[in-house]
């Protein structure tokens, strides 16, 4: 079955560190570039971070640079976005997308990241 | 946002609903829509300004010219109910935009 699942989401206090993992299956990871999407309660969808085949090419909204990595492990068909200096806005689901062609054209079921104190 | 959508649309069951997109010479550029239904991720449902992914209804189509996209959604159902949203590649900040989202109500 062709399939994304994330995991990693969880409750951290401001200025907190967490790393968000992607486990894809069914598909040949290493043909495509895989995304970061979140979205932030009753709120819309905003792209976060792609990252190409190979893992040299990386792009990152501006509002993470600086504070979130996203790369991949082909061998382990793994998609990762580490996230450091958390703020409270950070808050919402996370999804894995796979890119192609300009589109989220496979999504995961996400996981949910809070920001508290 | 660099997309504008409006925020609700609704529509009698059969119907025709119509959920547009604007942005700057939207027309020059390739357009994706998402259905997100309550609880669950997104899916595409059209590609490319008119595709349809597999398993896509042919009820759903799009179109894309001068500074509005529009997804539309013939004889619409109760299932169809969700939100939508639009997205494109913005060339100007190499970066993935997606429209705020229209949520779209069966009456």
Not at chain 1, 4 to 10: A, F, K, P, T
Not at chain 1, 12 to 22: A, D, E, F, H, I
Not at chain 1, 86 to 112: H, I, K, P
């Amino acid at each position: 079955e062709v399939q994304l699942v994330e995991s990693g989401g969880d409750l951290v206090q401001p200025g907190g560190s967490l790393k968000l993992s992607c486990a894809a299956s069914g598909f040949t990871f290493t043909g495509y570039w895989m995304s970061w999407v979140r979205q932030g309660p009753g709120k819309g969808l905003e792209w976060v971070a792609n990252i190409n085949q190979d893992g040299r090419e990386r792009y990152h909204v501006e509002s993470v640079k600086g504070r979130f990595t996203v790369s991949r492990d082909n061998a382990e068909s793994s998609l990762y976005l580490q996230m450091n200096s958390l703020r409270v806005e950070d808050t919402g689901v996370y999804y894995c997308a796979r890119y192609s062609s300009g589109c989220f054209d496979l999504w995961g079921q996400g996981t949910l990241v809070s920001v508290s104190s | 946002n660099v997309l504008t959508q409006p925020p609700s649309v609704s529509v009698a069951p059969g119907e025709t609903a119509s959920i547009t997109c604007g942005g700057d010479n939207i027309g020059s550029k390739s357009v994706h829509w998402y259905q997100q239904r309550p609880g669950q991720a997104p899916l595409l449902v059209i590609s490319y300004d008119s595709a349809r992914p597999s398993g896509i209804p042919e009820r759903y189509s799009g179109s894309n010219s001068g500074n509005t996209a529009t997804l539309t959604i013939s004889r619409v159902e109760g299932g169809d109910e969700a939100d939508y949203y639009c997205q494109l590649w913005e060339t100007r900040s190499d970066h993935l935009v997606f429209g705020g989202g229209t949520k779209l109500t069966v009456l």
